[in-house]
């Protein structure tokens, strides 16, 4: 039997971690051509906006810092994303290429409610401040 007690956390920290590993790389692209460039020339303001959410809400979640608020707003910026750049293609994900979208907001929207998981700062804070 498994003790959900124990690996829960876990593997909520597992599924935090990886995914703001991911949605970091989209970021980089933006800021710094890395690890491949999205285009030549300035970015629009509204592109700029979104790499400095997809970078700093990146690494709050990966260390577990204000994990809560950080996926909040990530999965606000992936439905705006998903609504404005996908779904005006057409109805259907698989069409509009809008399923990573869709999955980081409602991956960084459970985050949100169910909080950081095993290994982030936020519980060693909670500590400190009880």
Known sequence: MIDTSVWAPRGLAVLRIVTALLFLEHGTMKFFGFPVSMGDGALPPLMIVAAAIEVIASLMII??????????????????????????????????????????????LYIALAGAGAWAVDNSRRVALA
């Open 63 to 108: 260390a577990g810092f204000y994990t809560r608020v950080a996926a909040f707003i990530a999965s606000g910026q992936m439905a705006v994303a998903y609504f404005m750049a996908h779904a005006p293609q057409s109805f259907w994900p698989a069409v509009n290429q809008g399923e990573s979208a869709i999955l980081y907001c409602f991956i960084f």
